[in-house]
């Protein structure tokens, strides 16, 4: 492409299409609806993308974008909106080669010249292949045609000096007779990056896929099997482990998982063996600094880049064909465009990778000090710091591990004394953190050691710290600064902090400084900004786990988290959800029990997973920390931190349809906070009981539950919980007959919550009153509702709303019966597949599942079309999107206005 017009390539595609003479680009045209709709949304499933965010990158509304891409009434896309499509696919990925742009263009029936040739010369089009790559010749032929699928970051730089490794991997994971194929090699070897490349190559030789999974965040072998669950989507089955759910799922599926850092968890290698011997179409491609010794195993070293002989002289020319020599001019080039490899600077910097050993993390630290130190200072530095070749061996490491530390310990040494403390401390964080939390701690430990100044502010310490390639910031952040650090450069950083006597202390910390988020994050939620404290939650997932993880193992050894004088948390966030007595003014004195903290976190990410839709690791975390022994006379905010915990562990449990558990807990947690006479834990606790009693049909008390928790609330001002109670009063209403009152409590709840700017609130009503106008036999109300509440779901994300409102309209449209039963019967299967389809990935199980009613409803329902009708339309809907479920139900609501309005 780079001498010839694309546009003449183009011309050897014959289509039909629209010409663009004198077109206007506002006007919509007439597209081949459903063969473009399905190639687009093919190609997002693919690449790992959603139809929603493509329409965010439109800047349309979902349900405008799926109206237009259906072609559903006058709805059209425009030729600038296909244009955007297609470059939005090709800058995501989503489509790699020319070909599938080219297609895309003639099922929209429109030519190439609506791209101008600059264009088609300029990203993200002049990245697309002429030809795309050919499959893996020793996988089966047939699976080319397979959607592919994989959840594989593109990466941003070329893989250099890995040609031989990449051939020799294809070649052992295409045998039939390997399963199991370890990377193993020095941290910093490159071990991941290879790894991702070859699963790359591979993502079209597996008809389930190509998964990868980071370990580099668990500490606790257990998680594995959660951890690899959630990258595909699945969740924890009834009645069994995580494990047994997996093994399950998996059972008779063709896929490949890479597993990253498997060193972190290598007393999982059972878990992996059993999982090998029970998914016989399962192939695992791990990365580890140490072999995992399992019978099958191929174990593929990663060694160092190829490095020159320093005892034969070569020219430049010759130099540049070995890996280090490029690795190290390309990543000099990273950060001075015009460094060159030339003849006057080629011995010193084949010394230079030489004395690195080639290794990659090496080269890359060494690299980024060209900006300020020409080869020749450089080379002198790094003789310096006495860093040995690989020939002179290390005796008291392995020759590669003690090369790298020695390469860490380098760069480190380059740092001011306040530079290498901070690289230290910010090695307590997991998986990344944002400028506040650098700032948090700076502030902490200035007020702990009073004093203390520092000389530079915390933006400028990250600054440096970046400079130095020792930590990296993070993309795509457009509300907060987030950083990361390296995995090897994190273990560096703690190895000094255990050494200075200071992992414990800032350990703690973190705990408590996540713990304050995590209870902010919850009011949060609540709230009108309730999709940013989402999305921080998202973001530092990893250092809450870090946080629970550690707080459990402190809680279980029976100590106290230390924490900083006037540590902030008891500073700024004063109110707790939920209850008086965490949310009440206290000094931290010499710390608090880890067993309050672990309760506490836990019970405040309970509304997240469940808005997320990870309701078995829920679960898991709270089910761990009330497994911790209690003493009934602990001070007051343990007792209050449990009965928390034992009121949202109630909700979980009935959100598994396990209702006697869900009482039990329920009654635990009020008899408890009765003790403490906390009117807010009291009136939460009445409500999670009274769901309890809603899902076994014990109407009357549940109302009498709820009245009770009106009487506690009396004494404070939570308009929250008095939202939430007469929103569960008026369902008690419903149940019971009295219509009119329950669209008076309903009302009264739905303007508080909008008063609060709680949006997951009012769908959460709108959908109950969707689901309750059943009663009164009014489907045109109910499916009106429950629309609306999925629509404000989906903008929200909140996953558990989206998968019940989507069981209640199911029952909605079967139950309306137009146009006629028979075809109302069949679209309730496909929403309900849908729904089915949802709660299997969530560990959801509603009450409405073994409620007598609500299944002789439903038998009602199926009894309008055979048997055999009835599963292929429940199959079909299991098939569907979100999105698509979405469109087909507003597709037949809108299709049933329209008879409506002829008649």
């Known amino acids: 492409m780079a001498t010839q017009s694309p546009l003449n390539v183009y011309s050897t595609f014959s289509r039909t299409c629209y010409s663009l003479e004198g077109a206007n680009v506002r006007s919509g045209i007439r597209t081949n609806i459903g063969t473009f709709s399905d190639s687009v949304q093919e190609h997002l499933r693919t690449s790992g993308y959603s139809q929603k965010q493509l329409a965010d990158a439109l800047s349309l509304h979902p349900k405008v974008l799926s109206r237009k891409l259906n072609g559903s009434g006058n709805a059209r896309l425009t030729y600038l909106e296909i244009q955007r499509v297609i470059m939005t696919l090709a800058n995501w990925h989503a489509i790699t080669t020319l070909e599938e742009a080219l297609h895309l263009l003639e099922l929209a029936e429109v030519e190439p010249t609506i791209f101008s040739d600059n264009e088609w010369r300029t990203p993200p089009l002049n990245t697309l292949a002429t030809k795309r790559a050919q499959p893996n010749p020793l996988s089966d032929p047939g699976l080319s045609t397979r959607p592919l699928q994989h959840n594989l970051r593109a990466q941003t730089t070329r893989l250099i000096g890995r040609e031989w490794a990449v051939e020799r991997l294809r070649q052992l994971l295409g045998c039939e007779e390997v399963r199991l194929v370890t990377l193993v090699g020095t941290g910093g070897s490159g071990k991941t990056r290879l790894a991702i490349h070859i699963a790359n190559e591979l993502v079209g030789t597996f008809a389930q896929g190509v998964w990868f999974v980071a ?12 951890s690899i669950m959630q990258i595909l989507n699945i969740q924890s089955m009834p009645g069994l482990s995580p494990l047994q759910s997996l093994i399950t799922c998996l059972k008779n599926r063709q896929l490949l998982l890479v597993l990253d850092n498997f060193e972190q968890v290598i007393e999982a290698t059972p878990v992996l063996d059993e999982l090998l011997a029970e998914v016989p179409g399962l192939k695992v491609l791990v990365t580890s600094r140490m072999g995992l010794h399992l019978y099958g195993e191929r174990e593929f070293r990663v060694p160092t880049l190829d490095v020159p002989d320093l005892h034969v002289t070569l020219e430049s020319t010759e130099l540049s064909h070995y890996g280090a020599i490029q690795l190290f001019v390309e990543r000099s080039q990273a950060v001075l465009p015009h460094f060159a490899l030339t003849n006057e600077n080629a011995a010193t910097i084949a010394q230079i990778c030489a004395r690195l050993d080639g290794l990659p993390l090496a080269l890359e630290l060494a690299a980024a000090w060209v900006r300020v130190l020409p080869p020749t200072l450089l080379l002198e530095r790094i003789s310096q710091a006495r860093l040995p070749v690989l020939t002179k061996g290390a005796r008291n490491l392995p020759g590669r591990q003690q090369t790298l530390r020695d390469t860490i310990t380098w760069s480190y040494d380059l740092l001011s004394s306040a530079e290498q403390t901070w690289f230290n401390r910010l090695g307590i964080f997991t998986g990344g953190w944002s400028l506040e939390a650098t700032e948090a701690m700076m502030q902490g430990i200035a007020a702990d050691q009073e004093g203390t100044t520092f000389s530079k502010s915390p933006l400028d310490m990250l600054e440096q710290l970046l400079n130095n390639s020792l930590i990296l910031q993070l993309p795509g952040a457009d509300r907060q600064a987030r950083f990361t650090m390296l995995e090897t450069l994190r273990e560096y950083a703690q190895e000094r902090l255990i050494a200075q006597g200071e992992y414990e202390r800032l350990r703690d910390w973190h705990a408590c400084y996540y713990l304050r988020e995590a209870e902010a994050a919850e009011i949060g939620m609540r709230g009108p900004q309730q999709l940013v404290w989402l999305a921080r939650l998202k973001m530092d997932r990893d250092n809450f786990r870090a946080a629970m993880e550690w707080s459990l193992q402190r809680a279980r050894d029976g100590v106290k988290i230390s924490t900083f004088s006037g540590q902030e948390m008891f500073e700024r966030s004063k109110e707790v959800a939920g209850s008086r007595i965490l949310s009440s003014e206290r000094e931290p004195g010499d710390g608090l029990l880890a067993a309050e903290l672990c309760l506490r976190l836990a019970s405040a990410f309970r509304p997240y997973w469940e808005w997320q839709g990870y309701l078995t690791e829920a679960r898991n975390w709270l089910g761990a920390a009330l497994a911790v022994p209690f003493d009934s006379g602990a001070e007051e905010t343990v007792r209050a931190a449990r009965a928390k915990a034992l009121s949202e562990t109630s909700r979980l449990a009935c959100l598994e349809n396990d209702q006697p558990r869900a009482v039990e807990l329920a009654e635990k947690s009020i008899a408890l906070w009765k003790q403490l006479d906390d009117p807010n834990g009291i009136a939460t606790a009445l409500l999670h009981r009274a769901w309890a009693a809603y899902a076994m049909s014990e109407y009357e008390a549940a109302k009498c539950l709820c009245w009770e928790g009106m009487q506690h609330i009396s004494r404070t001002d939570d308009t929250w919980l008095r939202a939430q109670l007469l929103f569960y009063l008026g369902a008690a ?56 509440s999925i629509e404000l779901c989906y903008k929200l994300d909140h996953k558990q709303y989206i998968t019940t409102g989507m069981c209640w309209l199911s029952t909605a449209f079967g139950m309306r019966g137009k146009p006629d039963p028979a075809r109302a019967s069949i679209l309730s299967a496909q929403l309900k597949g849908a729904a089915e389809n949802l709660m299997d990935t969530m560990g959801l199980t509603p009450w409405t599942n073994t409620h007598p009613f609500v299944q002789m409803i439903h038998q009602y329902i199926r009894s309008q079309v055979d048997e055999q009708s009835w599963e292929a339309a429940l199959a079909a809907g299991r098939a569907l999107t979100v999105e698509q479920a979405i469109d087909l139900a507003y597709q037949q609501q809108e299709s049933m206005r329209t008879d409506e309005s002829q008649e």
Request: aromatic share 8%; net charge negative.
């Open 733 to 788: 209403a419903g149940f019971t007959g009295d219509y009119e009152q329950m669209r008076s409590f309903y009302t009264q709840s739905r303007e508080l919550f909008e008063q609060v700017g709680d949006k997951s609130a009012v769908a959460d009503v709108l959908k109950d009153q969707g689901a309750m106008s059943l009663l009164e036999s009014k489907y045109a109300e109910s499916i009106d509702c429950l629309l609306k």
């Open 215 to 226: 370990l580099a965040g668990l500490s606790n072998p257990a998680q594995v099997p959660m």
